[in-house]
């Protein structure tokens, strides 16, 4: 085999080896009468990825090579780590090579890469190479019963809102919209996961068909280079799936290259557990009103917890250096401290002024963590208090100012 390329083309077929080094470790040459194919396929054999260049897209494209006129159709593979650092600097490649030649010599059992540059310089690669059947992805895309197509920008645009170290996402369609976010295993600690989801209306894709409501859930590394390829060509991504546990394809079409990815997605069983953090169920804390200032009056433990009281798993810390109360342990201590008439507070403690649940809450957090261990009289003298009342103004109901 014996091929050709100029200008454009070479940076187009480098960004191809690009995309294709997400997705494993091999690269498979598979030249056709219909034009040279490129593949290659993970590890775990999750995700499979083609590139097809035409005839029309090289300046000289023959299969049996005019050197070696007895030779044999090979399909070869090789390793990518040997390919991938010739097509490595893209923008310098596009300003000083003029012509790239790529030869398939089958009695030495390497491939000669030769690019002519700038000023009569010649560079020349031999990479050897495994002969090896071409991978083929079994996957019917018209039997697809959802089928979305888009500008390669509005995905790339979606997508870019991920880290790059997000691992998995999560597709969910419905008649009425799409929407992409973020794949977190129930296993891992949710509290440090940020989650980032993203909707679209179906007015947005330039086609939209959903047979079937869906939610699948794919690996995002692999996708990551089609989509890159795909906008640096303005062209457009087609994406095919069904069911959560069958594959899904993105792809596109020019009429000299066409591209496609095939993911494998997550089942049903595992995807139950996924991506919308589960509302855990949070300990009732007790509903207060008419307190005295600082500290809490009379709880109502009704299990109603007001929108304005912080929540019992949160850490709240003071502005002015008070110390930082864990508040499972302030309620714990305040339905500790007895009293016939309030199970919140004693009754030395008690104003004739009036708060609100939320201000009384907030001054019991800040300022009363250890007002089970210590009497009325040093209570005042050991903790800093931020929100007080003059002698003055002390029988006006009014809400302390923090």
Known sequence: MNCVLEGNCIKAFGKAIH????????????????????????????????????????????????????????????????VLPLFRGL????????????????????????????HGITKTYNVCFQESEALQAVFASHLCPNVLKAPARLLGDMVMHFPVSQDEITLSTTPLRVSLR???????????????EMSLHPDEF?????????????CL???????????????????HFGAAGKPVCFSVEDLVLGAMVVLATLPDSECGSQSQPAETQE?????????????????KEDGIKSPDIPDVNEMVASSQGSPITDPPALMQLLQETPN?????????????????PASSMICSLLFRALSSDLDGDGCEDCLPVLACYSDNEEDLPRSPTI
């Open 182 to 196: 973020n794949y977190t295993d129930a296993r891992n600690d949710r509290t440090k996961v940020m989650y980032t």
């Open 340 to 356: 016939p008439n309030s199970p919140c507070v004693p009754d030395k403690a008690r104003g004739s002024t009036t708060t609100t």
């Open 221 to 239: 590394k692999e996708l990551r280079g089609l989509l890159s390829f795909a906008e640096s060509h303005c062209l457009p991504v087609s994406v």
């Open 19 to 82: 995309a294709l080094s997400r997705i494993g470790d091999e690269l498979w040459l598979d030249p056709m009468a219909k034009g040279l194919a490129l593949r290659s396929v993970n590890s775990a054999h999750s995700a499979y990825a083609c590139f097809r260049f035409s005839p029309l897209f090289f300046q000289q494209y023959n299969i049996i090579s005019a050197s070696e006129p007895g030779s044999e159709i090979v399909k070869c593979k090789l390793l990518m780590k040997s």
């Open 91 to 118: 923008s310098s490649i596009e300003r000083n090579v003029e012509r790239c030649q790529i030869s398939i010599i089958t009695s030495t059992d390497r491939v000669k890469i030769q690019f002519f540059c700038r």
């Open 283 to 299: 300990p009732s804390a007790p509903r207060c009103a008419d307190a005295a200032a600082p500290p809490v009056d009379s709880c």
């Open 206 to 218: 330039d086609y939209f068909l959903v047979g079937v409501e869906s939610e699948i859930t794919f």
